[in-house]
């Protein structure tokens, strides 16, 4: 899956230019890095500080997102797990009064630099939302969709059929792809919003909250899609079920509210260690529901 995607972003690091510039611009020295330290990480976040207006809401976060792994972001409400996550892809940049500091580096290259193209990043590192959003159109169309702006022509049959498989949708919906995608259960209409961001093809899927929406058995379905999907993509969840976060992820990131009330991160840890050997009071204090 990630094999076309690659060699155009590893060229881009190399100074060949990247097809996430703007135009034909190049991205310039100042936005490269030795690309986020550990050696596999696809995703680096640098001092990322994020405002609304004149509210600093999440301060000073540094985290590195492993390739091929699942990254759970957990934290009370408001601690800035959604706003780190929409940072992402830059989708803050939606967000009116946002405002957006520091770097996100993928594979090496800063995409919070004005001179990288915002459609470009959200192609390559997909999002799926807490509430399941398909389009008013038939199963087929909603797939369909991100294979086409993806520029794909081929059999489109083919690739529907192919992307619903993925997605652990296909033998559900495969008599009635005709049928509104509105018309499935929330569990089936979010694993159709999830094969619709597959067929756009992309590297990284951040999820917000994908399954808190939905009832246990939905969830479970939900949580083996994405051990299934880690083996081709890189994950990033924010959950508030840190039970989920325990049996899901590989990587979890605590976030916090420091007196001022502003997100910080307090730690980053293998899953197993943060949830049995905590290094922070302040996580130990959460997992072990004495706040939050
Ligand atoms: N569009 C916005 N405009 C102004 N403030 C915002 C906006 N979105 C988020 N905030 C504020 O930023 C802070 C972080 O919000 P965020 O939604 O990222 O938290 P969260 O950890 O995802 O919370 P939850 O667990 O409730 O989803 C909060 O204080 C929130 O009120
Ligand atoms: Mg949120």
Redo the contacts with the bound molecule.
């Keep these: 899956m990630t094999t076309d995607i690659r060699p155009a972003v590893s060229a881009a690091s190399a100074g060949e230019g990247s097809s996430l510039a703007r135009g034909s611009s190049d991205i310039n020295a100042a936005t490269r890095s030795e690309g986020g330290q550990g050696v596999d990480a696809v995703v680096s976040v640098r001092s990322l500080n994020?405002y609304?207006?004149s509210?600093h809401?999440?301060t000073g976060v540094d985290f590195d997102v492993p390739r091929n792994r699942i990254t759970a972001l957990i934290?009370?409400?408001?601690?800035?797990?959604?706003?780190?996550?929409?940072s992402i892809n830059r989708m803050n940049d939606l967000?009116?009064?946002?405002r957006v500091e520091g770097q996100i580096f993928y594979h090496g290259i800063d995409i919070c630099s004005p001179r990288v193209d915002p459609v470009e990043v959200r192609r390559r590192i997909g999002m799926v939302f807490q509430k399941p959003n398909p389009f008013p159109k038939s199963i087929y169309e909603n797939v369909a969709w991100g294979a086409r702006i993806n520029g794909i022509k081929g059999n489109m049959d083919e690739l529907v059929e192919r992307t619903l498989r993925q997605a652990a949708l296909w033998d559900e919906v495969k008599d009635k792809l005709k049928e509104s995608g509105l018309a499935l259960s929330g569990g089936q209409q979010q694993r159709l919003c999830i094969a619709r961001t597959l067929a756009i093809n992309p590297d990284v899927i951040l999820m917000?909250?994908p399954a808190s929406a939905l009832d246990p058995i939905s969830t479970l379905k939900i949580e083996d899609l994405m051990r299934e999907l880690v083996r081709s993509y890189t994950i990033v969840i924010?959950t508030?079920n840190m039970q989920q976060a325990a049996r899901v992820s590989d990587q979890t990131v605590f976030?916090s509210l420091n007196e001022r009330?502003q997100?910080v991160l307090v730690e980053a840890s293998p899953t197993r260690d943060l949830f049995t050997k905590p290094q922070d009071q302040r996580t130990e204090d959460y997992i072990t529901g004495r706040f939050g």
């Excluded at 409400?77 to 929409?86: A, E, F, H, I, Q």
Aim: charged letters at 15%; glycine letters at 20%; proline letters at 3%.
């Design positions: 994020v609304y207006g509210f809401a999440v934290g009370p409400s408001g601690c800035g797990k959604s706003t780190v996550l929409r967000v009116v009064g946002a917000d909250e924010v508030h976030f009330r997100g």
